[in-house]
Nanobody
Framework: QLQLVESGGGLVQAGGSLRLSCAAS????????IAWFRQAPGKEREGVSC????????TYADSVKGRFTISRDNAKNTVYLQMNVLKPEDTAVYHC????????????????????WGRGTQVTVSS
């Protein structure tokens, strides 16, 4: 079964850091642009960041610019999200997604671009 599996979530104090990983099983991640989305309790899922298939283009939501960094290691079939200076409002379930966008990051984070979702990893930031 083709899968995306997230890991690296956890509980951290405000100001701390976490690094999330998104690994692909039974398909080649390097063919796809990959995005991270998050969903906080009672809120809609929102886009956080995107990286093109080559890694040459990255995009970020305004709320995380300057704090989060997306990267990828195609040899390891893995995409990462380094999250620094975490805030309580970053608390959410974080999902990675393979985009049906010909390897490019779209100009928006519409969920209609998503071809495959991971199940998510919980990030909780305490104040």
């Amino acid at each position: 079964q083709l899968q995306l599996v997230e890991s690296g979530g956890g509980l951290v104090q405000a100001g701390g850091s976490l690094r999330l990983s998104c690994a692909a099983s039974r398909f080649t991640l390097s063919y796809y642009a990959i995005a991270w989305f998050r969903q906080a309790p009672g809120k809609e899922r929102e886009g956080v960041s995107c990286i093109s298939k080559s890694g040459g283009t990255t995009t970020y939501a305004d709320s995380v610019k300057g704090r989060f960094t997306i990267s990828r290691d195609n040899a390891k079939n893995t995409v990462y999200l380094q999250m620094n200076v975490l805030k309580p409002e970053d608390t959410a379930v974080y999902h990675c997604a393979a985009l049906d966008s010909w390897g490019a990051c779209p100009g928006d984070f519409r969920q209609s671009h998503v071809g495959r979702w991971g199940r998510g990893t919980q990030v909780t930031v305490s104040s």
